[in-house]
């Protein structure tokens, strides 16, 4: 019988866990589900799975190493002009696709790209050199918090990009057979998982291009910490750097297992770790620690609070037509009301929507009771300053 660890099972969609038995489906797997988990295209989000001879490409997703950056600051919360700051942030730091990096970048992961051992990503290195430190849209934002002692924090959460989906997109292509070039369409949300036979060249080629892609995204989060270090004129302390969507080479029960964690945190021992929340509740710093539940878990926590509401349920279903956003139907959010509430909560916010409202997530604090005992937190940051696109920034390569 597979084994399969659910945590908060109570407050979980019933159709997140059906994945993840379907994606840990063989008597050989090691399955886990964390409480932020959530309905996804093949392999729910929190989902984490232990295979011995399979690269699961749904277990990664389109936007290969997503993840979370910290950084404490040498500086006081209290000493900054918020507003100013999250100005220069939101001007100097692309969102969405229509907000480019003002300024090009180099960095080494470029000649990494323009020599990978998968051909075909070569060809991206221009896309790659563009969008190096954009932020995207979506869940993806760049925050300022005050920690527990009145420090001040930098939080990023993003990942790879364009470079990271067209990648993804060319792998769904040659997994039905097709070009690398070609488009296909990727399945519905209960397809069975693209697994690769790890020992196959197409299974190598996809760990190969993926961690590329993973080089690529934790670039990319350091670029984008250290413009707002410039732009705060301050030194980092203390760093946390983890993907969360992504596959690893691992033990478990003192076997060899390639172990994919998709919206899932890896929290071995002593391992810190960055959770976001929602834009108005309170972040955390956590660091794993050793238990018969960790073990069970696969070393794995919550990535965030977790959604609770649809993005269409939340602001409407909308189009993108002749480059601008038209609703189609109308939202249960009250967007006006929402930032008028996050004003009041000192917290100065730049982009955002409706569909990123603080009722559209379960409460961190409540997902993370489900996994005591893997876990410690570490610290507690309180938000200040947001930044996330807005609804017009069009971006396509939002997970």
């Known amino acids: 019988m597979t084994h399969l660890r659910i945590f908060g099972e109570s407050i979980i969609d019933e159709k997140a866990i059906e994945q993840i038995r379907r994606c840990a489906a063989s008597p050989e797997d090691l399955g886990a589900l964390t409480a932020d988990a959530h309905y996804g295209y093949g392999h729910p989000i929190g989902g984490v799975v232990a295979y011995k001879d399979k690269i699961s490409l749904s277990g990664v997703g389109f936007d290969i190493a997503c993840g979370n950056k910290a950084c ?27 907000r480019p990096n003002p300024k090009p970048i ?22 790659a050199m563009d969008q190096l430190g954009t932020v995207g849209s979506g869940n993806h934002f760049v925050d300022l918090f005050e920690d527990e002692d009145g420090w001040l924090w930098i939080g990023v959460h993003f990942g790879s990009r364009g470079f990271g989906h067209k990648t993804t997109s060319g792998f769904i292509a040659l997994s039905k ?34 961690r590329l892609a993973g080089e690529y995204a934790y670039a990319g989060r350091d670029v984008v910490v250290d413009k707002v270090l410039e732009i705060l004129r301050a030194k980092s302390v203390f ?35 960055f959770i976001g929340a929602t834009m108005s509740d309170i972040s955390v710093i956590v660091r794993g620690i050793d238990s018969e539940t960790s073990r069970q878990g696969l070393y794995s926590t919550v990535h965030g609070a977790g959604r609770a509401m649809s993005r269409n349920q939340a602001a409407g279903k909308k189009r993108w037509k002749n480059g601008k956003v038209e609703y189609l139907s109308k939202g249960v959010v009250d967007w006006p009301k929402v930032k008028k509430e996050i004003k009041k909560k000192g917290i100065a916010l730049r982009g955002g929507g409706a569909d990123e409202a603080p009722e559209c997530y379960k409460k961190l604090y409540q997902v993370l009771a489900f996994h005591e005992g893997t876990i410690e937190t570490m610290h507690r940051l309180r938000p200040i300053g947001v930044a996330m696109a807005a609804p017009d920034m069009y971006d396509p390569y939002k997970d």
Do not use: C
């Open 177 to 210: 057979g097709k070009a690398f070039e070609e488009r296909v369409h990727e399945g519905g949300m209960d397809a069975p998982p693209i697994l690769f036979d790890a020992d196959s060249a197409l299974g190598q080629d996809y760990l190969a291009a993926m």
């Open 72 to 98: 404490q600051t040498n500086i006081r919360a209290a000493d900054l002009d918020t507003d100013k700051v999250m100005d220069e942030i939101f001007k100097n730091i692309g969102f969405g696709m229509g």
């Open 106 to 127: 180099d960095h080494p992961v470029f000649d990494h790209i323009a020599k990978a051992a998968f051909q075909p990503q070569q060809k991206m290195i221009r896309l």
């Open 239 to 273: 760093e946390v750097h983890n993907h969360h969507n992504f596959l690893w080479e691992e033990e478990h029960f003192g076997e060899r297992y390639y172990v994919v964690r998709k919206g899932a945190t890896p929290a071995f021992p002593g391992q810190y770790g």
